[in-house]
């Protein structure tokens, strides 16, 4: 299915407990250069354990350039992130079955620092927020350098290569958003609900600390870190048959959920 963006479709996938509701929902936001169902199917394999054993309903949806959407990925940066996130949720309050108050949000990755601005800049919609190996600042974690910058100051975009899938044009927009927001002051000053910041001990693409900084940057007395050990961050869906790793952030992912929106939910 698709629901409608500002600028362009945006594919999505719905995933509901079984019953009338009304439901808690949170929007599932994926990281760069993959797609709605993520890497190993990490988040096609949470959504039914957060419906069934959660009884959380979960919209999935590709960014630009990813995944099943046709957009270019050039129309791709912090607001148009937070827009596709915005859309997303209000289409989930538009179901019967769904609780418009209880919408939360997570993110993996780059979809955690995209996660992080919706709470900070809609933070009406979203109730409560998780990040999964969460990236405030993408510059200090190398994965955005002054090369790249430079590279999109003069043609408009620069190439971000992949050993996974075909290259992506980054825009400007993007690489000045990045260079130019301070995600945690902006969370911190824009958000007041709980954060629950998830984080591989061994991961090597995102420094675990930020899990611990995002924490620190709530007032929240709910926000807490939790860090799962040997896990990596890709949540261990390439080396563990049993996604043990995986299932266990599911779990208090789904766990976290269901204690912060519940205050939210609309009597039966």
């Known amino acids: 299915m698709s629901i409608a963006g500002a600028d362009y479709e945006i594919p999505a996938t719905v995933c509901l407990p079984q019953g009338d509701g009304p439901f808690p929902a949170v ?6 250069g993959s797609t709605r169902d993520e890497a190993g199917d990490g988040y096609r394999l949470a959504a039914p354990v957060l419906a069934e054993k959660y009884g959380i309903a979960t ?9 099943d959407s046709t957009a270019d990925y050039m129309q791709y940066n912090f607001r148009s992130a937070v827009a596709d996130a915005k859309a997303a949720a209000d289409y989930m309050a ?9 919408i939360g949000v997570m993110g993996w990755s780059q979809g955690g620092t995209d996660a992080l601005l919706a709470c900070a800049w809609e933070p009406e919609t979203f109730k409560a927020l998780v990040t999964w190996a969460g990236a405030p600042d993408m510059m200090l974690d190398d994965f955005f350098t002054e090369s790249d910058y430079a590279e999109a100051r003069e043609n408009g975009y620069f190439v971000m290569e992949f050993d996974w899938r075909e290259s992506l044009n980054v825009s400007l927009q993007w690489c000045d958003d990045v260079a130019n927001t301070d995600v945690l002051r902006e969370f911190s000053m824009g958000y007041m609900g709980p954060v629950l910041a998830i984080a591989g001990t061994e991961d090597d693409t995102v420094d675990p600390r930020w899990s611990r900084m995002i ?6 007395p709910l926000s807490r870190a939790y860090f799962i050990e040997g896990m990596d961050h890709t949540f261990n869906v390439f080396s563990e048959e049993d996604h043990h790793s995986l299932y266990q952030a599911v779990d208090a992912t789904g766990a976290f959920f269901q204690r912060t929106l519940g205050t939210y939910l609309a009597p039966n």
């Open 27 to 32: 929007v599932m936001l994926h990281g760069t």
């Open 59 to 67: 919209i999935r949806i590709d960014f630009p350039g990813n995944g």
């Open 94 to 102: 538009s179901l019967d079955c769904v609780d418009g108050n209880a």
């Open 215 to 220: 924490v620190d940057a709530s007032g929240n």
